[in-house]
């Protein structure tokens, strides 16, 4: 996925859509191998089999939303949960917000959940803060007018305040932090794993790991090998 990323970066392609349902597998042969978890069941119902793909080969498809550098990007992108914040604030956007959307991507394929369940902007925004920390004030500050009612006297968010439910209220906190969610999942590579959601999930856009960048991270390397394609 990152490959296609970069591959696409390169050509000056921004996806601006990127969530699991635009990943597919390129084979539908799988195996059955034994599930772990479920060993305590009876082995007569079967349930303590997973499939697994015979390979991990992808394909990334829907490209109608894909736009060059060079074209117009003032419009809204990327579907709800893998939306980056620059995009919510209406600060622009560019090759970084497929980014951010690998990294929500990534904190999904780890904990088997969508990383932000949310439908509206100021709840999105409140969850973020609760899994990253707080939105740096130089990018509350050039929020568009759009964006302005999510913040208190345009320094902080409005919430808990302005939260539309008790239910909108429970959702964000019982979010963990970022290493805290990625620690329940993962059992080896976990450090590695956590440095490169934080490169991918930075706020500031410029800061954020390009794909390019990514590839080159130790969680690739340690665990995969290097990565094809002239880097």
Known sequence: ?????????????????????????????????????????????GSYFK???????IKLIDFGSTTFEHQ???YVVSTR?????EVILGLGWN????????GCILVELCSGEALFQTHENLEHLA????????LPQHMIMRADHHAVKYFKRGARLDWPEGATSRESMRAVWKLPRLQNLVMQHVDHSAGDLIDLLQGLLRYEPGERLKAREALRHP???????????SL
């Open 1 to 45: 996925m990152m490959l296609a990323v970069h591959v696409m970066h390169d050509l000056r392609l921004i996806h601006t859509d990127l969530k699991p349902e635009n990943i597919l597998l390129v084979s539908s042969e799988y195996i059955k191998v034994p599930d772990y978890k479920f060993l305590s069941r009876s082995i007569k119902d």
């Open 51 to 57: 499939n697994l793909p015979k390979s991990s080969a």
């Open 72 to 74: 117009d990007h003032s």
């Open 81 to 85: 949960h893998y939306r980056a914040p």
């Open 95 to 102: 090759y970084p917000c497929d980014m951010w959307s690998v």
């Open 127 to 134: 969850m973020m803060e609760r899994v990253l920390g707080p």
């Open 219 to 229: 969680f690739f390397n340690r665990n995969f090998g290097r990565v094809g394609y």
